[in-house]
C-alpha cells in the first residue's frame, strides 16, 4: 500500500480554520432569520388587533372602551405592551356619516418586542392599522 500524499497531511487544519471563518456568518444569519420571524409575528399580531378592534369601534352602539378591550386582550395574549392606539375619527360623536371610513392604528417600539435588539433598528417601530365602514344612522 502506498503512504497518503503529502497534500492531506498539509491540510490537517484547514477545517477548523473554515469553521472558524464561517461560524460567526452562519449565527448572524440565523440571528436575522430569528429577528425577522419575529418581526413578521409582531406585525401580523397588530394587524389582527387592529382589525379586531376597528370591526368593535365601527360598528354602532360601541364604545371606545369596548374597542380598547379587544385590542388590549389581543396584545396581552402576544405579550406585547408599551403600545399606541390611534382612532380616525377620534369619536364615537365624530362618526356621523355611514359607511365612512373609520381607521384603528396601533404602533409599537421595535426595541420592545425585539428578541434580539439589534441597534440599527432602535428608533423602529412595527405597525398595525385597519380601515373598514363606519355603521352609523
Known amino acids: 500500500m502506498a503512504p497518503p500524499p503529502k497534500t492531506k497531511?498539509?491540510?490537517r487544519?484547514?477545517?477548523v480554520v473554515e469553521f472558524a471563518v464561517c461560524l460567526p456568518l452562519v449565527v448572524l444569519?440565523?440571528?436575522?432569520?430569528?429577528?425577522?420571524?419575529?418581526g413578521v409575528m409582531v406585525q401580523h399580531t397588530m394587524q389582527?388587533?387592529?382589525q379586531a378592534g376597528c370591526r368593535v369601534y365601527s360598528a354602532r352602539d360601541t364604545?371606545?372602551?369596548q374597542a380598547e378591550a379587544v385590542i388590549s386582550e389581543a396584545m396581552t395574549r402576544a405579550g406585547i405592551s408599551n403600545y399606541?392606539?390611534?382612532y380616525d375619527p377620534p369619536t364615537k360623536a365624530a362618526m356621523n356619516v355611514h359607511l365612512a371610513p373609520v381607521t384603528v392604528s396601533i404602533s409599537v417600539a421595535y426595541a420592545d418586542v425585539a428578541w434580539v435588539t439589534p441597534n440599527y433598528l432602535m428608533g423602529a417601530s412595527v405597525d398595525g392599522r385597519c380601515i373598514l365602514p363606519a355603521d352609523v344612522d
Open 9 to 11: 497531511r498539509s491540510r
Open 63 to 65: 364604545t371606545i372602551d
Open 13 to 15: 487544519g484547514a477545517a
Open 84 to 86: 399606541a392606539v390611534t
Open 48 to 50: 389582527e388587533a387592529a
Open 29 to 38: 444569519l440565523m440571528l436575522g432569520m430569528i429577528e425577522l420571524g419575529r
